[in-house]
């Protein structure tokens, strides 16, 4: 058996791992935090032995596109009255010089898409508020994040809110696009 047949059957036989960020800013965080060192916490009950091949999969809010690194398994949490995640630490196989503009290529690819949702905003546009995931940390809603939250719970459209903010369209349209990263807001 050739190496590359060896590492061929080693992807066959890994372990698939899902690693979901609420928003693209939360890839961003998450790199510049954990991934920019060459591995990655996934929260899950899975067991990976050490050394174990692993594919890990990273998405935003679970949708394409979605980037898959290869890894192994080399340290594992187990919960502990409940103060910690069970989970497994992974290091990414391919050196950080490979994997640094795979990641960042995705991150742009996904910033991309949200900016062609921002072009797409027309006068119709509607939203739906969620203030269920609570307060972003180190974010604080400020007065135009609030009245635009407000009023799209109101039922207003993108048109009507240009109508009643006093900032101009450009401030809104950037505040909504923070909205929507950080998951507060989403298109109806």
């Avoid at 920019?36 to 916490?41: E, I, L, P, Q, R």
């Avoid at 103060?83 to 994997?99: C, L, S, T």
């Amino acid at each position: 058996m050739t190496k590359r047949d060896s590492d061929e059957a080693d992807l066959l036989d890994s372990q698939h791992l899902a690693v979901s960020f609420e928003s693209v800013q939360g890839a961003r965080d998450a790199y510049e935090m954990e991934l920019s060192k060459g591995g990655v916490f996934v929260a899950t009950e899975a067991v990976i032995s050490f050394r174990e091949p692993v594919e890990v999969a990273f998405s935003v809010q679970g949708k394409p596109p979605v980037l898959v690194l290869r890894g192994e398994g080399v340290g594992r949490s187990e919960s502990s009255q409940g103060n910690r995640v069970p989970g497994v630490a992974i290091a990414f196989i391919p050196p950080m010089q490979e994997v640094r503009p795979l990641f960042l290529s995705w991150i742009e690819s996904m910033s991309g898409l949200e900016s062609e949702a921002l072009e797409s905003l027309t006068p119709c546009t509607t939203f739906s508020v969620h203030l269920e995931n609570g307060e972003k940390e180190g974010y604080e809603l400020d007065p135009l994040s609030v009245s635009i939250l407000e009023l799209a719970q109101a039922g207003f459209d993108f048109e009507r809110m240009l109508e009643v903010i006093p900032e101009s369209e450009e401030q809104i349209r950037a505040r909504v696009g923070l909205l929507l990263d950080l998951g507060r807001l989403r298109f109806t």
